[in-house]
């Protein structure tokens, strides 16, 4: 026994309304005393990973972000301590993401950054989310800078995305030397960043602003920079690479993320049919055949193009050689089915 008041010790005094609040539901004193001490939650034993990574690529298998919570909350919710080993215990984890109002992602090298792999918003996106929908508001999130032991410093999730953002996926002097490395350059601008950043997107859409995709398609589609990205992206295999890239970006449109104008979404549906038509799909998991967002798309072309859009994404063979030659100054609204 401790010898401190409640209101001294704040981990007991939690400990006791939890252990009342089990109590009024109907526990018994030893599961409510138990139950009221669960901290430390993880996946099953043997298990990695929250599982947001997966369903970020599989963008077909949901449409509500409430369902990235429940994957979330499914995965993770599994109690370790005294006498638990990775027992469910999916309320107990829940009462405990209530209290929730701050998390925290600690970085202590540059090796990686919070764009270069899904780990960032597999876990700290996944559990903002999952707090977003239990509470009905995101916490805040924050990011750890301790890679200068001398200098650390902590960061809110917008500002770190941010310079990210700036200090490389945006910056020509990031993309230039990359597009000296072919395909496996290519990838790292498809797979390494955007697919990443649609994966915070999804589970921290609070701190990424619409902008973000405006120039995404102006760095990325309409070449800001004259890197020559056009041509780039448009030879051998880095094809598949760009129409997977503008798959997402058409994903932030679909799903409200991006505010884009219709005449920038016209051009964009355009090319993206234009790519499955004459290159076939690229094997993603936000292209395939019955994918909601194939049809959205097949929905605002033209009869024609349609045609040969929905033969290419079933297996077919058909072209359409106006596409190619359809004028990239397009200014015909989204809504409109005839072509340029």
Request: negative net charge; charged residues 25%.
């Amino acid at each position: 026994r401790g010898a401190e008041s409640l209101e001294t010790n704040g981990v007991a005094a939690r400990w006791v309304a939890d252990v009342r609040v089990l109590l009024a539901a109907g526990r018994s004193a030893r599961d409510a005393g138990t139950q009221a001490a669960y901290r430390v939650f993880g996946t099953a034993p043997g298990a990695y990973g929250a599982g947001v990574n997966r369903l970020a690529t599989r963008t077909g298998a949901w449409q509500e972000r409430q369902q990235l919570s429940d994957a979330y909350r499914r995965r993770m919710g599994h109690v370790y301590g005294k006498e638990s080993l990775g027992d469910p215990a999916y309320e107990a984890f829940d009462r405990q993401l209530l209290s929730v109002g701050n998390t925290y992602l600690g970085r202590s090298s540059h090796l990686y950054g919070l764009l270069d792999n899904d780990d960032g918003f597999d876990f700290q996106g996944g559990l903002s989310n999952a707090v977003e929908h239990l509470r009905g508001e995101p916490p805040e999130n924050r990011v750890l800078q301790y890679e200068d032991p001398d200098n650390p410093r902590v960061d809110s999730l917008q500002r770190a995305l941010q310079v990210e953002l700036r200090a490389r996926n945006l910056n020509p002097q990031w993309l230039a030397p990359l597009m000296e490395h072919g395909y496996a350059g290519a990838r790292t601008m498809g797979s390494d960043f955007l697919d990443n950043l649609w994966g915070w997107q999804i589970t921290s859409p609070q701190v990424l602003r619409s902008s973000v995709w405006d120039e995404i398609n102006d760095v990325y589609f309409q070449d800001r920079h004259g890197l020559g990205l056009n041509d780039f992206l448009a030879e051998g295999h880095n094809v598949h690479v760009k129409t997977h890239m503008q798959a997402i970006a058409l994903l932030a449109a679909k799903r409200g993320f991006w505010d884009v104008d219709v005449f920038t979404l016209r051009s964009l549906v355009r090319d993206f049919a234009g790519n499955i038509i004459e290159h076939g799909l690229p094997g993603s998991g936000h292209t395939r055949p019955n994918h909601p967002l194939m049809d959205w798309v097949a929905d605002q072309l033209d009869p024609q193009q349609r045609e040969a859009f929905d033969s290419a994404r079933k297996g077919g063979s058909s072209r359409y050689p106006s596409l190619r030659g359809a004028s990239r100054d397009c200014q015909k609204p989204v809504e409109l089915a005839s072509s340029c």
